[in-house]
């Protein structure tokens, strides 16, 4: 015999009605604000996942390719505009010194040659992962000459706390200076 | 069950309503903002949509062609298993025949008594990586370059496996980290220099990388030199010339002593 259900004297369900709207309404206005804060840094910002995805054999860069010893430092493209190319490796970058011309549109092309590495240009927005296998490609310009510490900021081993290199900014003139026949620089001493 | 669950107006809007979320995201993060980048490999809509997947592209192809060096670096690729397995490694006893025409200098069983490197029980990677590079010519030695020459890839392979099968000599106390000289132990941070011990041994090693502990004074000192002038240049993408040119004079006799056990 069922028991005779008594009377709900306060309401109970749409009790229960409200405070689930309220949370529903709550859940959905919390997730269109996150996508919504996506849009808007993905739009004015350029904040994406960081490239392309381009992969790249470590065990050989030092062999044959763009990240061979010879063509890493800031390269000359004929439109004018910089390609710095960066190899981190246990447990310096290189090159040591990067210099660059400010006001000039610049590409830089990083890898790995052992572990995970990172990079950050202090006083920049540019950080980025420095993967072996993988190439990290973004475009930056730096408006005004000036210097800039690089540090690995993801730990890569014993000797992580010594991995930096230098980047320094120069007018456009003084870097023309720097540029050898081969459209390559670096400060390296 | 779908007729009751269809007629359930909470059932009907949370899942239809992340569903409607869902396929919006995927327009978000798949066309709208890969589209918003400023670079010909984004534009369009396959293009997009892969760019934002992951699938693998060359990105700069258009770039210019490298600068090849005009002298003789490193070649050689290490890998974890370069000397591993059944085919690559070495064999000890041909290693030891070969040996003989190494004794002179490096002594009756690995020791050197002269101011050529010990090899005794030294890592098999990095001998084989030198020789390699003593054949290439990226090192170069006037006395190394003629013994190399006319040896095949097998010949190294071996000669590496005799030398690293050999017992190391016994360190002697001074060889503890806690005594180590701080270049060695913790290097110089703030100057570039990562600890010597990160990649030679006692901390960490590193592959292809030799272990220098009991190596005479003057090989230590005037490699480390020759690393630091940039004149010696087989290392693996600079790797030692970026450490060794930031080193004072000072540091680099202290790790010498260190290395050579103090004497």
Known sequence: ?????????????????????????????????????VIFTGLHWATMPPSRVETINPSTLHVAGEFVESNLGSAVEADGSITVRIVGQQYSFTPQCIVVPSRTPV????TSADVIHGMLITGTNINSMVSPGYISTFKTRFERPGDHLMPCHEF???????????????????FARLVGPTRRASCDL | MSGPLLRNRW?????????????????????????????????????????????PRSWLGEASAPVTSPVKVSEV??????????????????????????????????????????????????????????????????VMAPFV???????????????????????????????APDVVATGAPMRNIPPCGSCHGRLTAKLGVPWLELQPRDYLKTQLEAFARGTRRNDTSAQMRNIARNMTTEEIDASVSYYTGGQ
Not at chain 1, 18 to 33: D, K, Q, S
Not at chain 1, 165 to 170: D, E, G, L, S
Not at chain 2, 27 to 46: C, I, N, R, T, Y
Not at chain 2, 120 to 136: H, M, V
């Open chain 1, 156 to 174: 890569c081993g014993t000797g992580h706390e010594g991995m930096w290199a230098n980047v320094k900014v120069v007018e456009p003139d003084a």
């Open chain 2, 11 to 55: 059932f009907v809007g949370s899942v239809g309503g992340t569903f409607l979320l869902l396929v919006f995201s995927v327009f978000v993060g798949f066309v709208w903002l890969p589209s918003a980048q400023d670079d010909s490999l984004f534009k369009g809509l396959l293009n997009s949509i892969c760019s934002a997947a992951g699938v």
């Open chain 1, 1 to 37: 015999m069922a028991r005779a259900v008594p009377a709900d004297p306060h309401d109970g369900e749409a009790l229960a009605k409200r405070i689930e709207n309220r949370w529903a309404l709550t859940m959905v206005g919390l997730v269109a604000l996150l996508v919504a804060m």
């Open chain 1, 107 to 110: 590409t830089f092309r990083v």
């Open chain 2, 77 to 142: 690729v290490m890998t974890p298993t370069t000397l591993d397995g059944p085919a690559s490694s070495g064999a000890v006893g041909r290693g030891g025949t070969l040996a003989l025409r190494c004794t002179m200098c490096h002594g009756l069983r690995g020791v050197s008594n002269s101011q050529t490197p010990t090899l005794a029980g030294q890592y098999a990677s990095s001998i084989y990586k030198e020789l390699r590079d003593f054949q290439s010519g990226a090192r170069v030695s006037a």
């Open chain 2, 149 to 179: 020459a006319d040896l095949h890839d097998q010949d190294l392979r071996d000669l590496s496996a005799y030398y690293a099968s050999l017992p190391r000599q016994q360190s002697p106390a001074t060889q503890d980290l806690q005594s």
